[in-house]
């Protein structure tokens, strides 16, 4: 049997750790607040931003919500971006994605601070993630890296293989497991022989976006195998990009859906506002 990566456990010891750092970084006078923007009101939307507000009471800093209606023109959030980035009290800034239509969100992504992009999706956080250089790393890839430490998988001289290209998952993540030594190959829908490039991996991550799609015909025995993906499946069941009660024999270690990648997201979002708020 595989061994289940618990995202569910990681994540809450991250946030436990993180409680207590910001106990102590009040206690030297350091404290801040995350700002969170929400553009209209998809349900999806909204449990996200819900749970990220959540996650800052749990682990003791403020967050400001601000919910601005479908319709708000490109200039009046990016007038609150600027105002936000001039607020001293404001450590973080997050845009909940996707925007409307009449909105350009590599506009919105590029005016927030780089000091206060906690998801990491700014041109030069991308960039000083590339070099090596501090900056604050994008939360999902960020958050599978930590699942793989401290589920004591070696990530160094390993092959892995990512599958999706997308900048906040699949590009991110190939660079981060490069930065931690593995040989990384990326997949994505122009690559031939899927399965035979999939099959050489001992660390598979798949971020596909395609319920289901991973089977055992795609992994090698013994490999560790990551889903990124969720889905709602015809019966409203939340399901990942793996097919994962076929996958799991095979597998030496691989996450669920859900339990696994997703609780990742949002104590990583955690970690890069209680960075900023030290490093102020
Ligand atoms: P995306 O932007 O749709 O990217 C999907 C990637 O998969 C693309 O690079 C695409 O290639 C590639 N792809 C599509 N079909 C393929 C095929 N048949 N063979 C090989 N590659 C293929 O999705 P994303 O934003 O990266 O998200 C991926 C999944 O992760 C989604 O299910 C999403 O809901 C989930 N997600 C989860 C979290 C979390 O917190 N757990 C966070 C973010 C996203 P091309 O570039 O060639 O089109």
Redesign the pocket.
């Known amino acids: 049997m595989a061994q289940i990566i618990d995202g569910k456990k990681i994540s809450q010891q991250i946030k436990d750790e993180l409680k207590e750092k910001v106990e102590s970084l009040k206690a030297e006078g350091k404290s801040g607040a995350l700002a969170v923007i929400q553009v209209g009101e998809d349900p999806a939307s909204s449990v996200y931003v819900r749970n990220k507000k959540n996650a800052c009471a749990y682990i003791g800093i403020e967050s400001l919500a601000y919910e601005l209606p479908e319709d708000i023109s490109e200039e009046e959030l990016l007038e609150l971006i600027a105002k936000l980035n001039g607020t001293k009290q404001v450590k973080g800034i997050l845009v909940q994605l996707p925007l409307p239509k009449h909105i350009c969100e590599d506009k919105v992504i590029q005016a927030i601070s780089p000091s206060k992009d906690v998801d990491g999706f700014h041109p030069q956080s991308v960039g000083a993630m590339t070099i090596g250089e501090p900056g604050f790393l994008s939360c ?1 890839p960020a ?1 599978i890296i930590q699942l793989l430490k401290r589920s004591g998988i070696e990530i160094s001289g390993k092959r892995c293989v990512v ?4 900048n ?3 590009k991110p993540m190939a660079l981060l497991m490069l930065r931690e030594d593995a040989t990384v190959t990326i ?5 031939q022989n ?1 399965k035979e490039i999939c099959k050489e991996a001992d660390i598979l991550i798949v ?4 319920p289901r ?1 991973i089977g055992a015909e795609y992994v090698k025995e013994g490999a560790v195998v990551i889903d ?4 709602r499946d015809e019966n409203h069941k939340l399901c990942g ?1 793996v097919k994962f009660e076929e996958v799991e024999p095979v597998a030496f270690a691989i996450t669920p859906v859900p339990g696994g ?2 609780p ?2 949002i104590a990583m979002l955690m970690n890069n506002c209680v960075q900023s708020i030290e490093e102020d």
């Open positions: 999902t958050g599958i999706g290209r997308s906040i998952v699949g997949a994505h829908s122009k690559t899927l971020a596909i976006g395609k799609f990124v993906g969720i889905h990009d990648v997703g990742m997201t």
